[in-house]
């Protein structure tokens, strides 16, 4: 059974950090390009990050650039979101995905979605 499970996720202070986990069964994360994706209350689902299978190489939301870092350990199946200097427009429901998207960010050319886990950044 293919499944995605992210865990991480939870309440932050401004400025705080946290790092979201994705793991994957039923299949191998390596095949796959992985994408980080969040969706705020009354907002479109948006790319956070993505890591290729291949090479390794990641793209970044701008809103995110300089304080989010997307790594990969295969021998755990799993991809990892570390986020760091964490803003209040951070509050979202973060979720990963598997698939070979043309364009990384766009949420519909993913195959394998995960559950979602909550991100709040509140003081």
């Known amino acids: 059974q293919v499944q995605l499970v992210e865990s991480g996720g939870g309440l932050v202070q401004p400025g705080g950090s946290l790092r979201l986990s994705c793991t994957a069964s039923g299949f191998s994360l390596a095949n796959y390009n992985i994408g980080w994706f969040r969706e705020a209350p009354g907002k479109k689902r948006e790319g956070v990050s993505s890591?290729?299978?291949?090479?390794?190489?990641?793209s970044y939301a701008n809103a995110v650039k300089g304080r989010f870092t997307i790594s990969r350990d295969h021998a755990k199946n799993t991809v990892y979101l570390q986020m760091t200097s964490l803003r209040h427009e951070d509050t979202a429901v973060y979720y990963c995905a598997a698939g070979h998207p043309s364009i990384w960010a766009i949420p519909d050319l993913y195959d394998y979605w995960g559950q979602g886990t909550q991100v709040t950044v509140s003081s």
């Open positions: 890591i290729h299978p291949s090479d390794g190489s990641t």
